[in-house]
């Protein structure tokens, strides 16, 4: 499944709208909301609290070897 994003360009990173949020069923303030990696075809990339969808969550990840929170610039 993980293959359909592959070779594919990021073209923004942001937080879920409101709109996004009423299509999970997640009902977080917009401050809570989680981010969106939106890529060149429109598809999109979001953290969930898990499996079944039951709540959004954060991003991790590593640069040079060091763990990095990806959050929004305000």
Not at 29 to 50: M, Q, Y
């Amino acid at each position: 499944m993980t293959k359909m994003f592959v070779g594919k360009k990021i073209t923004a990173i942001r937080q879920m709208t409101v709109e996004e949020l009423d299509v999970q069923g997640w009902e977080v303030g917009r401050r809570s909301a989680p981010l969106v990696i939106v890529l060149d075809d429109g598809s999109k990339i979001f953290a969930s609290r898990d499996g079944e969808g039951n709540g959004p969550g954060v991003l991790f990840g590593e640069v040079d070897y060091e763990g990095v929170y990806v959050g929004v610039e305000s």
